[in-house]
């Protein structure tokens, strides 16, 4: 497509929560702290909110990957499971075998056993869920009660909660009062604006391999904070779009034009003024890749 064009290995804006490009917005690493800070602790429920796209799943890789060994890590990224599947996850997640008509007190009594190993090994154990609005009510009364396995000193076990906003409306309910009294740290994830939007293209570009001039100066940023409202998975649709755009008109720079056509083509995306429309470009610019 435009890798040549522009000098890049790699598309430096795919959708993927690749790890490599993690630039560590102000926002992202606010939130990196609180975990790390959080963990430390070694107490309760932690929780991590934000707009979809906002970069909630790369933080949870983010911080799979730079847990130590002194810790035992856990990972649930699809929760939409009742209890008895979840409890069968978090057992599997850290192999914990259970019978096939395995109930309540049986998974209790063999995932205490095997928490209480892992505290004797000086390790943590903590379970880190993904998309946790998507828990049913039920299984996240589960997920407190297993919470309520405890040394004299110290929880067995905590839990990282990443979720959308609807999960603080989830736990706002009477009914998991309990649970939301044991969450002791969270933290709400911000958009982009303007300044980190640049900072952040710059980011990926450079990581892509790109080497030579500015892609994205500071007027097509601004185009890219009106069209995403700073929402990273947006800006990253945009981002790719413009390029293509900029390469089918052989430019070297994308500039507004090419952002205000991006934006029409992008359903998630807000109006930008004195835009046309991406397709009827892509037609006349690129007719034999349309029609490949």
Not at 61 to 85: C, F, G, H, T, W
Not at 262 to 275: I, N, S
Request: proline share 4%; net charge positive.
């Amino acid at each position: 497509m435009y890798l040549y064009h522009f000098g890049l290995r790699e598309l430096p804006f795919t959708l993927t929560p690749n790890t490599q490009f993690f630039f560590g917005l102000p926002s992202h690493k606010e939130a990196i702290n609180v975990l790390r800070t959080a963990l430390a602790s070694g107490e309760g429920f932690i929780k991590v909110t934000g707009e979809v796209g906002t970069g909630k799943t790369l933080i949870c890789r983010k911080l799979l990957n730079e847990l130590d060994q002194s810790y035992v890590s856990a990972y649930i990224p699809n929760p939409y499971l009742s209890p008895s599947e979840l409890r069968k996850a978090v057992a599997a997640e850290l192999n914990v075998e259970l019978s096939e008509s395995g109930d309540q007190q049986e998974f209790t009594q063999r995932i205490q056993k095997r928490l209480i190993e892992i505290r004797k090994q000086n390790k943590s154990a903590v379970l880190i869920i993904d998309e946790s609005q998507a828990l049913p009510d039920e299984s996240i009364e589960a997920l407190r009660l297993m919470t309520n396995l405890e040394t004299e000193s110290q929880k067995l076990m905590q839990v990282v909660l990443f979720g959308q906003p609807e999960l603080n409306d989830k736990i706002a309910q009477p009914k998991l009062r309990q649970l939301r009294q044991r969450i002791t740290f969270s933290y709400n994830l911000q958009q982009m604006n303007t300044d980190q939007i640049l900072q952040y293209t710059r980011h990926r570009l450079r990581v892509a391999g790109h080497k030579d001039g500015e892609l994205f100066n500071l007027a097509t940023c601004q185009s890219l904070q009106i069209a995403s409202k700073g929402t990273p998975r947006i800006v990253n649709i945009l981002c790719h779009k413009a390029l293509m755009l900029a390469y089918g008109e052989g430019e070297r720079q994308v500039n507004q034009a090419h952002i205000e056509y991006a934006a029409r083509d992008t359903e998630a995306a807000f109006a930008v003024p004195k835009a046309g429309g991406f397709h009827q470009w892509l037609r006349k610019w690129l007719p034999l890749e349309v029609g490949a």
